[in-house]
C-alpha cells in the first residue's frame, strides 16, 4: 500500500501492542474484542503510531488467558518485540466481515449523536476498553468529557442508520474537568527581557 493510499483508507483498531512476551520476539496483543478470532485468521496486520503504519506478517498467533501473542516476521528478539509497545493494530475496514443485524465494530460508534429523549448531550470521540468494561467517551457541546459504560443500564439503543445512540441516567455519570489551554508564550528578548504582557488562556479544548 502506497502512502497515499494509507492516507485515505478507513482503518479499524483491532487491538494494541501490551509489549513482549518471553524472549523469542513474541508480542502481547490487547484484543479490543475479547470474543474475537480474528488475529488466529488474519495473515498480516498494520502496526500504526504516531508516525504511521506499517505492515507485518503474521506467523503464528495464539491466545494467552485474556491476550493475544503474536509473532511477527521481522521481530525476532524480545527488544525487537519491546519496542513494538503502545503500537496500535489496525485493519482496512474492507478486511473485515459485515457485522450481524444485532452486532457493531466500535469503529462504527466514532462520531455518532448521544441522545436521552429529546436531548442530545454530545458525540462520541472514541470507545475506551476497560478490563471490567468498553465506555463510549462522549464529548459535550462544553467540551467535558463522560465516559459511558456499554451495558444495557447506560445504553438502551444504537441506531446506525440514524447515526444515534441512546442511553439513560447520562447526567448522573462523572464529567471530566474541561482542559483549558495556555496561548503560546512569546520568544524572550535577545537579552534576556521577556517582553510585557500577560499569557491569555484558550477556551475549552478538547483532548
Known amino acids: 500500500m502506497r ?3 494509507a492516507e485515505t483508507t478507513s482503518w479499524v483498531p483491532i ?3 501490551l509489549g513482549p512476551f518471553g524472549l523469542e520476539g513474541w508480542i502481547r496483543v490487547h484484543p479490543f474484542n475479547p470474543e474475537s478470532t480474528l488475529f488466529a485468521e488474519l495473515e498480516k496486520v498494520w502496526l500504526r503510531n504516531a508516525a504511521g503504519e506499517r505492515l507485518l506478517e503474521i506467523e503464528d498467533a495464539k491466545t494467552h488467558a485474556s491476550v493475544w501473542l ?3 516476521r521481522g521481530v525476532g528478539d524480545r527488544d525487537e518485540a519491546l519496542a513494538l ?3 496500535e493494530l489496525v485493519v482496512p475496514r474492507e478486511w473485515l466481515p459485515p457485522p450481524s443485524e444485532d452486532e457493531f465494530y ?3 460508534l466514532i462520531g455518532l449523536k448521544v441522545r436521552e429523549g429529546d436531548r442530545e448531550w454530545g458525540r462520541i470521540r472514541r470507545v475506551l476498553c476497560y478490563p471490567s468494561a468498553d465506555c463510549l467517551e462522549v464529548e459535550e457541546p462544553s467540551g467535558a468529557i463522560r465516559e459511558v459504560p456499554l451495558v444495557e443500564d447506560f445504553v438502551q439503543a444504537i441506531d446506525l442508520k440514524a447515526g444515534e445512540v441512546h442511553v439513560s441516567a447520562f447526567d448522573s455519570l462523572p464529567q471530566q474537568a474541561v482542559k483549558k489551554k495556555r496561548a503560546p508564550r512569546a520568544p524572550e528578548k535577545a537579552d534576556g527581557a521577556a517582553p510585557g504582557g500577560s499569557s491569555a488562556k484558550a477556551g475549552p479544548s478538547k483532548r
Do not use: I, Q, V, W
Request: glycine share 14%.
Open 70 to 72: 503474536l509473532r511477527l
Open 3 to 5: 502512502k497515499s493510499e
Open 106 to 108: 466500535h469503529h462504527d
Open 85 to 87: 509497545k503502545g503500537y
Open 15 to 17: 487491538g494494541a501492542c
